[in-house]
């Protein structure tokens, strides 16, 4: 087998991973309409926006429904760089304008975006204020969308410039954790669902993350 031989193949079993967790949402929801899932981590570098993203992009190629992904990860945005766009709106934007007049449409995909401030690394609001930015955007999209795709930030550690991702979570029909295979310390993602389970989310699952072999710490 060539090297691009490896490389379609190793392709098309993502697709098909991806395709499969799209089922698994719709399966653990009952195929309710408007769908909201929330992605967040133990911790920080696991893999989420890349998750969030995929399943964005997946969805929109297959039309089945309309989709919109949102970065509500306003302390560590990534979602920007998956498409190869820049950041747009500063927060002041954001608090009173209307979703539609925030989102981009990706060049080839069917799929609308919000990405983070522009300022979110030195803006002076505090956690309770971006979580009230976060709910009216989040019920705007349920009104307009059936899919509704957040990428959260990690519930550890917390800072005061991030929207807390497990009062985030209870905004949500679902929450999907990110782990990363042998390098997410075991005691974290224990520590992190019960922080969910404590404020009573809907965990549908976790998807652990190939890259890392390190041992379990």
């Given at each position: 087998m060539t090297e691009l031989d490896a490389n379609n193949r190793k392709a098309l079993e993502q697709i098909a991973e991806i395709k499969r967790i799209l089922v698994a949402?719709?399966?653990?929801?009952?195929?309710?309409?408007?769908?909201t899932i929330l992605c967040t981590s133990a911790t920080t570098g696991e893999g989420k926006s890349l998750l969030m993203s995929s399943l964005a992009t997946t969805s929109a190629l297959m039309k089945e429904s309309r989709a919109v992904l949102i970065d509500l990860n306003w302390?560590?945005?990534?979602?920007?760089?998956?498409?190869?766009?820049?950041?747009?709106?500063?927060l002041e934007r954001f608090q009173n304008a209307d979703l539609a007049d925030l989102t981009l449409r990706p060049d080839g995909y069917d799929l609308d975006v919000l990405l983070a401030p522009t300022d979110h690394e030195t803006h002076q609001r505090t956690s309770s204020d971006l979580l009230l930015i976060g709910q009216r955007l989040i019920e705007q999209a349920k009104d307009t969308y059936?899919?509704?795709?957040?990428?959260?930030?990690?519930?550890?550690?917390?800072?005061?410039?991030?929207?807390?991702?497990?009062?985030?979570?209870?905004?949500?029909?679902?929450?999907?954790?990110v782990v990363m295979n042998g390098v997410t310390p075991r005691q974290s993602v224990r520590k992190a669902c019960k922080a969910l389970e404590i404020s009573g989310v809907n965990i549908i699952g976790a998807v652990t993350n190939q890259r890392g072999l390190s041992k379990r710490r």
């Open positions: 949402i719709e399966h653990a929801l009952k195929g309710n309409r408007p769908t302390y560590r945005p990534a979602i920007h760089r998956f498409f190869g766009v820049e950041l747009m709106h500063p059936d899919l509704v795709l957040i990428d959260g930030g990690a519930i550890f550690p917390t800072n005061r410039m991030m929207m807390d991702p497990v009062m985030l979570a209870r905004m949500v029909d679902g929450v999907i954790m």
